[in-house]
């Protein structure tokens, strides 16, 4: 089973600032099997970025993601006041799926 | 437009059952993996099962192993998780969600909320 480990547990920033969040695998994922997810209070999560790199349909060209192997970064460019959730990285194989524990964004 | 509606939580005693269904229309069914989704109060994303598009392979999270069953209808696009021996920590707000390539999820259901309790 791959764990994965978002750092830092809460962001702290203010609009129009950069937020980068960490996603950090025990084991190598495949690139094509990395995806992060936004979730606002009381809401569903939503797709932002799979294949590691990839921006989901709808999706504003501030969020971006990168890495390999082991670490993944989601980079949010311009924090605007809506980005304030709760981020998940997501790793799938063929029997197991596994989300991080989570990273709070608050905007100040 | 897809839609995922999940239905069937409730307050339960720990060591019954409950069934959970997710109702899928504005797409085609049966090409698609479906998974259940929980998230315990406070907490993160837990995934529970995955059932792939023709219903043949099945897969559990370790904490549901041998208590929990998904199954699906693609004559009826719907999937189903049968909980039994519900314990406490099976509280919390289970979603489906469509599968992509066995890679993420695209569409989530709002939410079936659980609860087990004494």
């Known amino acids: 089973e791959i764990v994965l480990t978002q750092s830092p547990g809460t962001l702290s920033l203010s609009p129009g600032e950069r937020a980068t969040l960490s996603c950090r695998a025990s084991?190598?994922?495949?690139?094509?099997?990395l995806a992060w997810y936004q979730q606002r209070p009381g809401q569903a999560p939503r797709v932002l970025i799979h294949?590691?790199?990839s921006r989901a349909t709808g999706i504003p060209d501030r969020f971006s993601g990168s890495g390999s192997g082991t670490d993944f970064t989601l980079t949010i460019s311009r924090l605007e006041p809506e980005d304030s959730a709760v981020y998940y990285c997501?790793?799938?194989?063929?029997?197991?799926?596994?989300f991080g524990q989570g990273t709070r964004v608050e905007i100040k | 437009q897809v839609y995922l509606v999940e239905s069937g939580g409730g307050v339960v005693q720990p060591g019954t059952s409950l069934r959970l269904s997710c109702a899928a229309s504005?797409?085609?069914?049966?090409?698609?993996?479906m998974h259940w989704v929980r998230q315990a109060p406070g907490k993160g994303l837990e995934w529970v099962a995955v059932?792939?598009?023709?219903?043949?392979?099945?897969y559990y999270a370790n904490s549901v192993k041998g208590r929990f069953t998904i199954s699906r209808d693609n004559s009826e696009n719907t999937m189903s998780l049968q909980m039994n021996s519900l314990r406490a920590e099976d509280t919390g707000v289970y979603y489906c969600a469509r599968d992509i390539r066995s890679a993420y999820y695209d569409y989530w259901g709002h939410g079936s909320p659980v609860i087990v309790s004494s």
């Open positions: 294949d590691a790199s």
């Open positions: 504005g797409f085609t069914f049966k090409n698609y993996g």
């Open positions: 997501q790793q799938s194989g063929t029997s197991f799926w596994t």
């Open positions: 084991q190598s994922v495949g690139s094509s099997y």
């Open positions: 059932v792939w598009h023709d219903g043949r392979n099945k």
